[in-house]
């Protein structure tokens, strides 16, 4: 009998709880050993509910019961989960968790713990909620030399772009339905503003490259700025608005690594990828693009890749996974000003102004729209920026500016 | 220093060593060792090539080397492969394998062996080619229960039916075409009848079931009888036509598990896989779906997965992965008479015949069409399969019927 932790009992941990009781069966045969769990944390009293017994306040009866050999830690936030999670990889025991904050912010640190302790951190609920990628990186990818990761890594931001574009709701109104259907938090500002999505594009680009890339390092745009009227010109483009987490190798070995919306091609399967889904494309130098799709966020989906990396743990009780990075490197992560692209500009200008500070453009406005939205021909993003500052110094509103993929 | 021998050194083998060679520095860090290939074992001769030192064309060179710790067998079929990968399990040698036919035919017992041995049978380009499925199947979703795999699994079929819906190009031409690039065989049989994609759902199953499904109890039909009219009707349903292998979990816990051309709806993800690209669907109770998505053939796709295994059986010389599965179970695999679908139907038949024995359907002909296509309404397939009997009784000719997804 293997006998768990579970640290915060919000809709992951409870999740995890309900998932370890209804499939216990299936978990044992896979994990090769009964998975009990011992210990609920939480802030708030379980008094009369069916886990009164496993309820305790006090983290230090979790640390010091030598029987718990995993800690699942679903608080999320980089506070008392930081030091939990320190605590109990000091005490050996194995942690698991879906806190993409804690894994971007600190999982070199904690890993290395781990690594000392010849035990395991593992965290493939941390991106894609229930979607296998941490493994299929790590372990099935190994052979490639990896070129590129973009990603539609966030829900709650796919659900909005969605509305908008399917039924012609506002950014406000899609808002408030995703938060009244419970995927947006009451402060949506870590998903809407491309947090979210930057803390998961560096725990990606961590493993894909080895290298500890600081979230703080990456350049991040989120869908505030994203209208109803660019979602209906990316629709006369072909495209869909999509918010992607993006990290492209450059020639010399560098990265740009970057959160920002984007036009995304129908022809794209990214483009397909709607509502609360979430999909990550790999692409490697032997095997081409790969792509992994699925439920990114909820309670069950997030849960089975916790209970999984569970599963995993008691499999590896004796023995480390291979996962971990190095420590920054500097100059690694590139400044996007050469990257090139073809953009999508909207603005109040002429389509002669345009043309004079964009040079040649595809128009997407009619003669009779009000403002001119249009894609430019491919060119560096310093560029581009550069033209909208023209623009701007002559009194000329650039409402949006999108890279186009 | 790692020795490996690579047997058959086709164009999946020669990829193994190409992308062996390329990435060597990074596939040295991942495995955490150098990995040299020492023998070839090729029928054909390689003198007044690089690989001239390497080729061996008597296998019991390699099977009595000890320095040889894992053999690479990109041979394909079940005879020599058969023979080659029992004696290198049993000469206590870890085997990575791309083969499908082998490891649907033989893989319980070659597990068996490998499991006796402590090593390693690893066999994820069996699968999908480069995508990444077989190690999430049985490591990133352990804690559901698997309901249902729907998967595109084999890419000349797929390509065929893409030209055929897209381009308007008749089955032959297609497959003309597609044996021109290279994709299909000069004898097409195993992908054109569905021979390869029963193997596939087979190996699928067999992982996620926890018993040895044999592909001989796979209802199997391929896409000889799929036509242009087809195509043209299914796109008037809103759908294209895939050849799916699918893997269903009834609720008396047996399966259906068959090969069969499909009409899948335009919302649905498999819709958008085309030309030579496979996907994989795999619905977990926890879960929900999740689509692992690439090139599911081809020279280096089908070598990064290979490649991956190597470095993976480096990294556990001598610990065995958690691959296997028990024996058949007799019955587990349910007659496909009962299980419902929708039905699409082209046949000679009168509007009133169609109705008389298929009850309310929905027409995709036109008045002026000179046969009759229709959707039925949801039915047992023994029912299906009855009417169009029905219709042949009396003389009229029932030219396709598939299930739609």
């Given amino acids: 009998m293997i006998y768990i932790a579970i640290l915060g009992f ?5 999740g995890v709880e309900e998932v370890l009781r209804k499939n216990a069966a299936e978990i044992s045969a896979h994990a090769g050993q009964d998975i009990a769990v011992k210990y609920i944390l939480d802030i708030r009293d379980f008094s009369a509910t069916p886990y009164e017994k496993l309820c305790v306040h006090d983290f230090s009866v979790i640390e010091n019961d030598p029987d718990v050999s995993i800690v699942v830690e679903t608080i999320g936030g980089a506070r008392a989960a930081y030091d939990f999670t320190k605590r109990s990889l000091l005490a050996g025991k194995h942690v698991v968790t879906s806190n993409k904050e804690l894994v971007a ?34 372990q099935c990818l190994t052979a490639n030399r990896v070129l590129e990761i973009s990603g539609i890594l966030n829900g709650t931001t796919n659900y909005i772009l969605t509305n908008m574009l399917k039924n012609g709701e506002t950014f406000d109104a899609a808002l408030r ?10 402060d949506p500002t870590a998903d809407v503003d491309g947090i979210d999505t930057c803390r998961k594009i560096a725990i990606l680009s961590d ?7 600081r979230p703080d390092d990456i350049d991040t745009t989120g869908i505030r700025s994203v209208t109803l009227a660019d979602a209906k010109y990316a629709e006369r483009a072909g495209c869909v608005i999509k918010l992607l987490g993006r990290a492209v190798v450059r020639n010399d070995g560098k990265l740009w690594v970057y959160v920002a919306p984007h036009l995304v091609a129908r022809e794209c399967i990214l483009s397909n ?70 953009f999508y500009v909207r603005s109040d200008c002429t389509v002669q ?31 581009a920026y550069a033209a909208a500052d023209a623009l701007r110094s002559r ?11």
């Fill in 177 to 186: 339905q995703a938060q009244q259907l419970g995927y947006a938090e009451a």
């Fill in 207 to 213: 493993l894909a490259f080895g290298r500890e890339i």
């Fill in 10 to 14: 919000g809709t992951v941990g409870s």
């Fill in 273 to 342: 990828v709607d509502d609360v889904f979430n999909a990550i494309r790999v692409t490697g130098d032997a095997v081409g693009d790969v792509v992994f799709y699925g439920r990114g966020a909820g309670k069950f989906p997030t849960a089975s890749a916790v209970v999984a990396d569970v599963i995993d743990a008691v499999k590896h009780m004796k023995t480390r996974r291979y996962l971990g990075w190095n420590g920054v490197e500097p100059g690694k992560v590139a400044a996007l000003g050469d990257m090139e692209s073809v």
């Fill in 105 to 138: 912010a600190h999982g070199a640190e904690l890993l290395e713990i781990a690594k000392e302790r010849n035990i395991n951190y593992l965290f493939e609920a941390s991106v894609g909620g229930g979607i296998p990628i941490i493994r299929p990186l790590t």
């Fill in 395 to 405: 009194g000329i509103a650039v409402h949006s500016i999108f890279r186009k993929l």
């Fill in 353 to 383: 102004e345009a043309a004079e500070v964009y040079g040649a453009v595809v128009m997407l406005s009619e003669k009779d729209d009000t403002e001119r939205a249009f894609l430019t021909a491919v060119m560096p993003t310093a560029k």
